[in-house]
């Protein structure tokens, strides 16, 4: 039970800490993002694409498929969030994550 709690606490740290712009930008946009992100829609995608090929159902499918997104806008916006009072490489990553954010939605 006390690694439970513990274990919240730690997750509850690690979405608090990157919406109030507390970890470095370069982190957040290329190994949060751009690393563990993307890995995490691939494998969901892959996922999804099995799903399909066993003929399970649509809603099914379509779940397991956007089920990363949720965790995809919030890294997006907490890209935008953390660059928001930062210099010319803080806007290129702002333009980077919203176009890495349509493509987790289109592909």
């Known amino acids: 039970m006390c690694w439970a709690g513990n274990s919240r ?3 509850s740290a690690f979405f608090r800490s990157r919406w109030l ?5 370069d982190q957040l946009f290329w190994r949060d993002m751009m690393l563990v ?6 494998a969901s995608s892959a996922t999804a694409l099995i799903l399909l090929g066993l ?9 397991v498929h956007f ?7 919030f890294l ?5 969030r953390t660059a928001g009072s930062s210099g010319a490489k803080a806007s290129l990553m702002m333009l980077g994550s919203a176009l890495w954010l349509i493509a987790t939605l289109v592909v």
């Open 37 to 42: 992100a993307t890995l995490i829609s691939i």
């Open 9 to 11: 606490a730690v997750i």
């Open 76 to 80: 997006t916006m907490a890209v935008w």
């Open 21 to 25: 712009g507390q970890v470095p930008i």
């Open 55 to 63: 003929k399970m159902p649509l809603w099914l499918v379509l779940a």
């Open 67 to 73: 089920a990363p997104v949720p965790y995809n806008l």
